[in-house]
């Protein structure tokens, strides 16, 4: 009785392991599933964060395309006011050229009436109709 005992104990024995050992394995997949999962979440959000520096870079070519045509932009009015300016200066100069010609005829008329104020102190001034 007591080997028949000691059979049944061995033979539950190895059942037992039987049945436990895939449960062992299918733990151990269980715990492979959950780590690869979570590696496969680690690089979505890796794929996020990559994603948003994209963006970022982006928005940052842009803001400098932005600033490139406002110096552009600066740059052609700032052309403008200079041509304007020279512009204005040699309107200036002319407005000089013909102040210095009215001077020059204004001198040539006191002259004329310096000499006919000259003549008029030796008579009166003299008419070659009369």
Known sequence: ???????H??????????VHAPL??????????EATGAGVEATGAGVD?????VEATGAGVEATGAGVEATGAGVEATGAGVEATGAGVEATGAGVDAIGAGVEVTGAGVEATSDTTNLSM?????????
């Open 9 to 18: 104990v061995h033979q539950f024995l190895n059942v037992s392991s039987i």
């Open 122 to 130: 030796f008579g009166p001034p003299f008419d070659p109709l009369t």
């Open 24 to 33: 062992l394995s299918a733990h151990a997949i269980g715990a492979c599933v």
């Open 49 to 53: 964060a990559t994603g948003a520096g």
């Open 1 to 7: 009785a007591v080997d028949a005992f000691a059979a």
